[in-house]
């Protein structure tokens, strides 16, 4: 069988996408672990099937590297917008299905798109670090200096660690360059390695700041390894965030076939 397929990446964080609006394909999870193998396939953090949904335009099924299906993928989101778009689904404005429910999203030119995210209402803090889901679950971290700090090795520690078996945790790592500005690193479960840049992660980040006081900005921007994404939201409460936005960069990287 052969199978037509498209790579994205949204700031660095790419994925192989696949049109299954007529249903044809079935993926096992060791054939999806083959697809975004980086040495033996074609090289991924993830891949996405783009289905047709009864109410919405369409419906984002997503799996991590490891070929297991995961929560919400924020720059994943945000690639399989300009898919959708590139197959004439849609034009500027949209609304999707995605695992975590419904998300807006609207074309701001031919390389970026903004996602509309889910409300965040509940987030647990400590002076070590802070626990948010942001439609996927995120430990946050404060560093003075990335640099040090090695990703893989502490970022696999912690999600690993008891306290978030069996389902694990995405780890984010931020750095403060301004109030308007935050570096940030991740380390993403299912991937089990530091990717160029996390779109929930980022949120989940962005958020964080504002909540700990490191800011009073309602619009960040958020550094990665990948390129900048924007974060806005407004602070209701002490933790209630609502109208929460992740923008940036998406490039349709290359169209192939892969055959199995």
Known sequence: MKITFYKYHGAGNDFVIVDDRKLNYSFSTNEIKEICDRK???????FILLRNHIKYDFEMIYYNSDGK??????NGGRCIVAFANYLKIIKTNTVFQAIDGAHEAI????SSVLLKMNNIDHISSNENYTFID???PHH???????NLV?????????RYSKMYNP??????????VSSKEFMIRTYERGVEDETFSCGSGAVASAVTMRYL?????????MKTLGGDLIICFEFESSKMFSEITLEGPVKQVFKGIISF
């Open 40 to 46: 033996f396939g074609i090289g991924s953090d993830g």
């Open 150 to 158: 090695n990703i893989k090795e502490k970022g696999s520690k912690i």
């Open 69 to 74: 299906t995961s929560t919400m993928c924020g």
């Open 107 to 110: 074309i701001i030119n031919d």
């Open 167 to 176: 389902q694990g945790v995405n780890v984010n790592f931020v750095q403060k």
């Open 213 to 221: 006081g490191r800011t009073k900005q309602n619009k960040i921007k």
């Open 140 to 146: 946050v971290i404060e560093q003075s200096d990335l």
């Open 134 to 136: 942001s439609g996927s």
